[in-house]
């Protein structure tokens, strides 16, 4: 199985690889990085053309264009392919994104919210296969997955995620170990924070405390190597 990712940002690739890795028992190798572009630094934004990097807006280009999506599911190799398309659910309800939010902010509305933002994407693949997609539709944002890792309690309501992952990991780390997260790029600081991802019970034990992460991983029912 090869699974190409399509994702808001670099952050977000390494946390949904990490999750594929603990998910489906697959390698690295098996991962390719369609949008942004793996091998850059987000310093260098100002230089990058539009290939290079990415935000909801090109992710949804890419859907509705779908020119990434077709190159990579269309390879001549035989194997099994599938795509990744992550967006958070922060800038929902901004023009061109269209979602309206669900009044409130308990996890039924979260539930809610989700299936908005699945319908929509749908809208964007429209006339594509859907069983070659899988949707990483992160709630507000993906730092809550990786708060599941951090804290007992349900992280699908956490008005800002963000923020509320900054604060744990001040506490639980060295001011050594904190200097080390603030020097590294965005991938490498998301990549060590949900590393632990890669294990297959502690995924399973973080998915009970957020509900999109825990539909993420549903999504692959039938596709488990391992």
Known sequence: MRIGIIAEGRGDLAVISNILRGRLGIDFEDIQFLRPQYALDETDLHSMSEAQFSNWGLVKQECK???????????????????????????????GYDVTRPSGSTGDASIELHRRVAAKLDEWLSGRKSDQFRYAIAIEETEAWILTLYQKKETSTARDPKKALKKVVG?????????????????EHHDKLSRDFRKRSTLADCATRNHSLRLFLESFASNEEG
């Open 65 to 95: 264009t779908g020119s990434l999506l077709e190159e990579f599911l269309n390879s001549p190799i035989d194997e099994e392919r599938l795509v990744v398309i992550h967006v958070d659910t922060a800038e929902a309800e901004l023009a």
């Open 171 to 187: 506490q639980r780390h060295s001011d050594k170990e904190r200097k080390q997260l603030s020097q590294m790029s965005a991938y």
